[in-house]
C-alpha cells in the first residue's frame, strides 16, 4: 500500500516546487550560495517538515516537537524555504539570503533564525549534534526524534563515524539519518575523491539499520520513515539516492552549480523550468 494518498502526493510535489523557486531566487539575489546540493535535498526536506515531523512555526522552540539537523549545512537555501513555506518567517525574506544583517546566513544558524535546530556548515559535525539530541531525549524520557542530513561527500569525514559508533552504543533508535546521496561533491564525484562504497555495508557494520530509497519520490521518503520507527535498538539511516540540482535541467548532475548562483539569464531558463515566472506564479 502508498504510504500517500496521491492527492498528498501532489500537495508535497508543489510545496518541494516552490521551495526550488525559492532556492533559485534567493542564491541569485544573494549572487552566492550553494544551489545544486540544496535542489537535491528538497523533496526529503519538504516530505520532513509537511508530513513527518511535529513541529510548531508559531512556537519554534516547544520543548517536545521533532528535532532537525542540517549537517550538510551548505544546504542551508532549501532549509530556509522549507521554514519560511511552513510560517516560520516570511516568505519575502529569504531574498536576504547572505546579507549583512540577515537571519538567513550562508549556514544554518541556531540563534538567528526560528526554525533551526542546530548551526552547522563545518561538516562531519551535525550527526554528532544530532546523536547527543538523540541521547539526551532517552534520559529524558521524552518521546521526540531527531532527523538530520548528511551529504554523500560529508560522510568521508572522520567524526561522522564516531558518531555512527556512538549513535549504534547507545541504541538511539530515535535517531533518522537521511544520506543525501547525489554523488556529487565540490571537487568531483564521490568515487573520484574517496569512495564511499560499499555504503550499506559500512552502516550496516557500524550497527545501525539501513533503508535505501528514492530521495524524489515523496511515497518512498515517507514510508521509509514509517519503516525506522518499527525498528527498536537501533539507529536508521535511509540512504537517499538523489540527483544534483534536481529540478533545473541545466544544474543536474552538474559540479558547476555546487557553489555557484545563476545568473539572470540562467534565472530565467531555471525559473521557467519550475513552471515559474519572475515575478509571479505558476
Not at 539526551?136 to 542530513?149: G, N, Q
Amino acid at each position: 500500500m502508498p504510504a500517500l494518498e496521491e492527492s498528498r502526493v501532489d500537495e508535497l510535489e508543489e510545496i518541494a516546487r516552490r521551495v526550488r523557486v525559492h532556492i533559485v531566487k534567493s542564491t541569485h539575489e544573494a549572487g552566492s550560495g550553494h544551489p545544486g546540493g540544496s535542489l537535491s535535498a528538497t523533496d526529503i526536506l519538504t516530505a520532513l517538515y509537511f508530513e513527518i515531523m511535529d513541529h510548531r512555526p508559531d512556537e519554534p522552540d516547544w520543548p517536545k516537537r521533532d528535532r532537525f539537523v542540517l549537517s550538510k549545512g551548505h544546504a542551508a537555501p532549501a532549509l530556509y524555504g522549507v521554514l519560511a513555506e511552513s510560517g516560520y518567517f516570511p516568505v519575502d525574506e529569504l531574498m536576504t539570503l547572505r546579507k549583512l544583517g540577515s537571519r538567513l546566513q550562508g549556514h544554518p544558524h541556531v540563534r538567528a533564525t526560528p526554525g533551526v535546530d542546530a548551526s552547522t556548515g563545518s561538516l562531519g559535525q551535525g550527526l554528532s549534534i544530532a546523536s547527543g539530541m538523540a541521547l539526551a531525549a532517552k534520559l529524558d524520557r521524552e518521546s521526540y526524534r531527531v532527523f538530520t542530513m548528511c551529504g554523500d561527500g560529508e560522510i568521508q569525514s572522520g567524526q561522522i563515524w564516531e558518531a555512527a559508533m556512538f549513535a549504534s552504543h547507545n541504541k538511539l533508535d530515535n535517531l533518522i539519518v537521511f544520506l543525501d546521496r547525489n554523488k556529487l561533491q565540490i571537487d568531483g564525484s564521490t568515487e573520484e575523491v574517496m569512495s564511499i562504497e560499499p555504503i550499506i555495508s559500512k552502516w550496516n557494520s557500524f550497527g545501525w539499520h539501513v533503508l535505501e530509497i528514492n530521495g524524489h519520490d515523496m511515497d518512498q521518503i515517507v514510508d521509509a520513515v514509517n519503516k525506522a520507527e518499527e525498528v527498536h535498538g537501533e539507529p536508521t539511516i535511509i540512504v537517499s539516492h538523489t540527483i544534483k540540482g534536481k529540478g533545473v535541467p541545466f544544474m543536474e548532475g552538474s559540479l558547476a552549480f555546487h557553489g555557484k548562483a545563476a545568473n539572470d539569464e540562467q534565472l530565467e531558463t531555471a525559473l521557467e523550468a519550475l513552471g515559474e515566472k519572475e515575478g509571479g506564479n505558476k
